[in-house]
Structures are given as structure tokens and as C-alpha cells.
């Protein structure tokens, strides 16, 4: 796990390179927001300990994919892998529904859609 130090230093080495006064990019804004948002939730303790228990980066984290303990009977959108296509809106519009700010499909409702209708989505 990095410490407060490691986290500051690389904090500080990505605002120089993104930060809009720096870098003369105006469409980095939104970015530095996110860096800003990300350094303050590592920096704070008890913040940074419910991140890492919901990341899976604590001891007592559950990964779900591992887990067999617990039903695999939940759908959830891959943000990163997610292209924007509208297939699974298309065939379950029920359960997905695409986002207007980043162009990615969320899960809206869970078991409103049958487990083939999920599998094909």
C-alpha cells in the first residue's frame, strides 16, 4: 500500500503534467477534478479504508467473482470495457439504460430481465 508520502509526490507529479495552467490544455479541467477527488480520498483515512474495503484492497474485502459463497445473479457494466454500443439497452432496456455525460451503459434495475435475455444483452 503507498504511503501518504508516496501519494502526494505521484499527486504532484500528475498535476504538472495535466494541470490546464501547465500543460495549456483546457480540456484537462475535468481530469484534474478527478485527481483532486482521488488525492483527497487516499489522503483521509477513513476514506481511504472504505475505498480499499470496496475496491477489494483490504484484508476483509469480498472480490464476488471469487466468492462462491455469494449467488452470481447480479449484472453490472464494465465502465472500461463498455464502447457505448446500445446492445444491451437494446435488448434489455429494463435493466440498462446508457448514460448521457460519458456515453456507457448502467445497470438500472436488477431481476427485471430474464437470465437469457441478460446472457444475449
Same mark, same amino acid.
Given at each position: #500500500?503507498? =504511503? *501518504? ?8 507529479? #500528475? #498535476?504538472?503534467?495535466?494541470? *490546464?495552467?501547465? +500543460? ?7 481530469? $484534474?477534478? @478527478? ?6 480520498? @487516499? #489522503? ?9 474495503? @470496496?475496491?477489494?484492497? =483490504?484484508? %476483509? %474485502? ?6 462462491? +459463497?455469494? *449467488? ?11 464502447i457505448? $454500443?446500445?446492445? $444491451? ?8 439504460? /446508457? ?8 445497470? /438500472?434495475?436488477?431481476?427485471?430481465d430474464?437470465?437469457?435475455? @441478460?446472457?444475449?444483452?
Amino acid at each position: #500500500m503507498a =504511503s *501518504p508520502k508516496d501519494i502526494k509526490r505521484a499527486y504532484y507529479n #500528475m #498535476m504538472k503534467d495535466v494541470h *490546464p495552467d501547465l +500543460s495549456g490544455d483546457d480540456d484537462s479541467t475535468e481530469f $484534474c477534478t @478527478l485527481l483532486n477527488d482521488i488525492y483527497q480520498t @487516499l #489522503m483521509d483515512p477513513d476514506r481511504r479504508a472504505t475505498y480499499d474495503a @470496496l475496491a477489494g484492497f =483490504s484484508a %476483509s %474485502s469480498i472480490n464476488p467473482f471469487t466468492d462462491d +459463497s455469494l *449467488p452470481a445473479d447480479q449484472v453490472f457494466v464494465d465502465e472500461y470495457a463498455c464502447i457505448g $454500443c446500445w446492445n $444491451c439497452t437494446s435488448v434489455c432496456p429494463k435493466s440498462f439504460a /446508457m448514460e448521457d455525460e460519458f456515453g456507457r451503459a448502467r445497470v /438500472m434495475a436488477q431481476g427485471v430481465d430474464t437470465e437469457a435475455k @441478460l446472457q444475449e444483452a
